[in-house]
């Protein structure tokens, strides 16, 4: 289906740039769309960000946001947009310049583009073990994006699992594919995978995106191993809290025990019964306690709750029957092994 412009409502106009029809009609928001259209077309009006805000619909501070996300991609300029009143959107933000601005510096600036230029391009971002992401400014995405098929499609898939893409995310997918060197069906898998944990906010997926990269997991394989090795543990320690009655998210150190135990092959009767002989002796929660009760479960060979109900049953028969002359029950030492804690 063709569609064609009816131009006989036009009255008057005014002018669009090329380039945002060309680059940013993808790469920008809809609310960085109609912040910048009002902006244009209210070019030389004093206007606040709250003015924007009620003609537009974008909440204050998303228009504050766009006029910076407008002004990064050298669209708009100071004296291009309207001013506006002290408290809004109108603080200049740092806009790209081709040289730092002039801050006193122990070292003279030619020794530090000196250093710069001997380093390779991928050595220019912070140190890796800080996983510190980089700030790339919509121009420079757009240009990234144009250069490379793989962040191109990249962009593409993750804007259908979890929708339009804001600024931090883009910078989020190149810092991955570029400065962690994951590559693109990693990324993609990663993404899956916390959308379907409904974990989606840029700061958790930075932080397992650089566990990734740390231990390795850069192929389809090593990734999809990951990702059901977690959902293993997710649904483990889900059993565990509705076991133990939790209704928060298990500590640190809690999940380092509730991961030594399923790595271990205890059964969920086994945790159960050591969880209610726990609260029996001290009357509250204690993963420490549970978890001595089980080694010393699994050290006298005991590995099913059957069998720990019938070394209780021996123990009990041997403590309540008749002493022998001659015989030694040893039944301080049988008490021993079964209550070590």
């Not at 790209?96 to 991928?122: C, F, G, H, R």
């Not at 995405?141 to 191109?152: F, L, N």
């Not at 090593?222 to 990702?227: F, G, H, L």
Request: aromatic fraction near 8%; include cysteine.
């Amino acid at each position: 289906m063709e569609y064609k412009v009816n131009s006989g409502i036009w009255g008057s106009m005014f002018g669009v740039p090329d380039i945002v029809a060309d680059n940013f009609l993808k790469l920008a928001s809809g609310e960085q769309i109609k912040v910048l259209l009002y902006l244009l077309r209210n070019s030389g009006k004093m206007c606040s960000a709250q003015e924007i805000s009620m003609n537009t619909g974008v909440p204050v501070q998303q228009a504050a946001d766009a006029v910076i996300f407008w002004q990064q991609a050298n669209i708009l300029t100071q004296q291009d947009i309207p001013a506006v009143q002290p408290q809004s959107i109108m603080t200049p933000p740092p806009v790209p310049q081709p040289s730092p601005a002039p801050v006193p510096q122990p070292s003279p600036v030619p020794v530090t583009q000196q250093k710069v230029q001997t380093e390779p391009a991928v050595n220019t971002a912070p140190p890796k073990p800080e996983h510190k992401r980089q700030n790339l400014d919509p121009s420079q995405i757009a240009g990234i994006m144009r250069d490379s098929v793989d962040i191109a499609e990249l962009f593409k898939i993750t804007e259908s699992m979890i929708g339009s893409l804001n600024h931090t995310f883009q910078n989020l997918l190149i810092w991955m594919y570029d400065y962690l060197g994951l590559k693109k069906e990693v990324i993609i898998v990663l993404i899956s995978h916390c959308k379907s944990i409904d974990k989606t906010n840029p700061s958790y997926i930075e932080k397992v995106a650089a566990d990734w990269a740390e231990n390795e997991i850069n192929d389809l394989d090593r990734a999809q191993t990951e990702v059901q090795r977690i959902a293993v543990t997710h649904d483990f320690t889900g059993r565990i809290m509705r076991m133990f009655e939790m209704t928060r998210r298990p500590t640190g150190k809690q999940a380092e025990f509730i991961e030594q135990w399923r790595n271990d092959g205890y059964s969920d009767e086994l945790i159960h019964f050591a969880y209610e002989k726990t609260i029996e002796q001290i009357n509250k929660l204690s993963f420490d306690y549970i978890n001595k009760i089980l080694v010393s479960w699994r050290d006298s060979g005991y590995t099913t709750v059957q069998n720990v109900r019938d070394a209780e049953s021996d123990y009990k028969k041997r403590k309540n029957a008749p002493k022998k002359a001659g015989t030694d029950p040893d039944i301080e030492k049988y008490k021993v092994l079964i209550n070590k804690f």
